[in-house]
């Protein structure tokens, strides 16, 4: 059974930094690039950010020199550390692991990113 666990999720202070982690089990992780991506309520889900096998990675425009991702290929976990946080960096954010040569697409349950009042 595949299951990717999100954590990290929690309260947006603005300027700050939150930590989102992703543990993956179920899968060959090799075989898979990990992704984050976000979404918020009545809007399509949009790709935070990628990482192949390697260092190889993507960024959304609107996170370039802010978020960071990174994946542990022993641990099987993928992280997600942002930094200069702001209000419309609030969200859901999704795992998903994409499989590199044929198979099936699998995501996480989601964890929140909540602004602060």
């Known amino acids: 059974q595949v299951q990717l666990v999100e954590s990290g999720g929690g309260l947006l202070q603005p300027g700050g930094s939150l930590r989102l982690s992703c543990a993956a089990s179920?899968?060959?992780?090799?075989?898979?690039?990990m992704g984050w991506y976000r979404q918020a309520s009545g809007n399509q889900r949009e790709l935070v950010a990628q990482i192949l096998y390697g260092v190889a990675t993507n960024y959304a425009d609107s996170v370039k020199c802010r978020f960071t991702i990174s994946r542990n290929n022993t641990k099987n976990t993928v992280d997600l550390q942002m930094h200069s946080l702001n209000p419309e960096d609030a969200d859901v954010y999704y795992c998903?692991?994409?499989?590199?040569?044929?198979?099936?697409?699998?995501w996480g349950q989601g964890t929140q990113v909540t602004a602060s009042s």
């Open positions: 179920g899968i060959v992780f090799s075989c898979y690039a």
């Open positions: 998903n692991a994409y499989p590199v040569d044929s198979g099936r697409n699998y």
